[in-house]
């Protein structure tokens, strides 16, 4: 009996040695020693910074801490759809002997209502490299885009959600090739 109680204890001994070194070796695996303590994100890749969007003053989301991002099964659309977006592009946008190519990317936020807002435009050449475009071509799809405005909000756990949306215009030689997404 002695016995059999000494070896439950060995047992249980061993098992909780186990148990903490490899409480301990996860645990230095993870240590904030080994995270940047400078140039730290402060927001997740797809944050739209209010004080630095156009077209922001007046526009209200429902949610700050909760703005989905455009990838999710029933997210927001334009009101007539994919096609009905590249239609009213198209017939608005006029090239102005632009030699551009690239692609001219506008990001924004679609609030629970279905209101666009907080818009920032990002430049890149066809290599995805940052490039600066006509001035012109910029303002006039901006003003296209902006222009866009009956959206199906994002629908997530029963409600109408805030989420991030993004057009993306495939430029080549002033002509617009694709619109994504």
Same mark, same amino acid.
């Given at each position: 009996?002695?016995?059999?109680?000494?070896?439950?204890?060995?047992?249980?001994?061993?098992?909780?040695?186990?148990?903490?070194?490899?409480?301990?070796?996860?645990?230095?695996?993870?240590?904030?020693?080994?995270?940047?303590?400078?140039?730290?994100?402060?927001?997740?890749?797809?944050?739209?910074?209010?004080?630095?969007?156009?077209?922001?003053?007046?526009?209200?989301? $429902?949610?700050?801490?909760?703005? $989905?991002?455009?990838?999710?099964?029933? /997210?927001?659309?334009?009101?007539?759809?994919?096609? +009905?977006?590249?239609?009213?592009?198209?017939?608005?946008?006029?090239?102005?002997?632009?030699?551009?190519?690239?692609?001219?990317?506008? /990001?924004?936020?679609?609030? $629970?209502?279905?209101?666009? +807002? /907080?818009?920032?435009?990002?430049?890149?050449?066809?290599?995805?490299?940052?490039?600066?475009?006509?001035?012109?071509?910029? !303002?006039?799809?901006?003003?296209? !885009? !902006?222009?866009?405005?009956?959206?199906?909000?994002?629908?997530?756990?029963?409600?109408? /959600?805030?989420?991030?949306?993004?057009?993306?215009?495939?430029?080549?030689?002033?002509?617009?090739?694709?619109?994504?997404?």
């Amino acid at each position: 009996m002695i016995k059999a109680l000494k070896i439950i204890g060995i047992i249980i001994g061993v098992l909780i040695i186990a148990y903490a070194s490899l409480v301990l070796y996860f645990n230095n695996q993870v240590k904030p020693k080994h995270f940047p303590s400078e140039g730290i994100f402060e927001h997740s890749a797809q944050y739209i910074d209010p004080e630095k969007a156009l077209l922001n003053d007046g526009f209200e989301v $429902c949610n700050e801490q909760f703005i $989905c991002q455009y990838y999710n099964p029933e /997210r927001a659309t334009y009101s007539d759809g994919k096609n +009905g977006l590249r239609k009213f592009v198209l017939s608005n946008y006029k090239n102005d002997n632009y030699t551009d190519s690239g692609y001219l990317n506008i /990001r924004f936020v679609i609030n $629970c209502k279905g209101e666009a +807002g /907080r818009y920032i435009i990002h430049e890149n050449n066809l290599d995805l490299e940052p490039q600066v475009f006509n001035q012109d071509l910029v !303002t006039q799809l901006f003003k296209i !885009t !902006t222009q866009l405005k009956e959206w199906n909000p994002n629908f997530v756990h029963d409600e109408y /959600r805030d989420s991030y949306m993004y057009i993306s215009y495939r430029i080549e030689n002033g002509e617009i090739t694709e619109i994504i997404p």
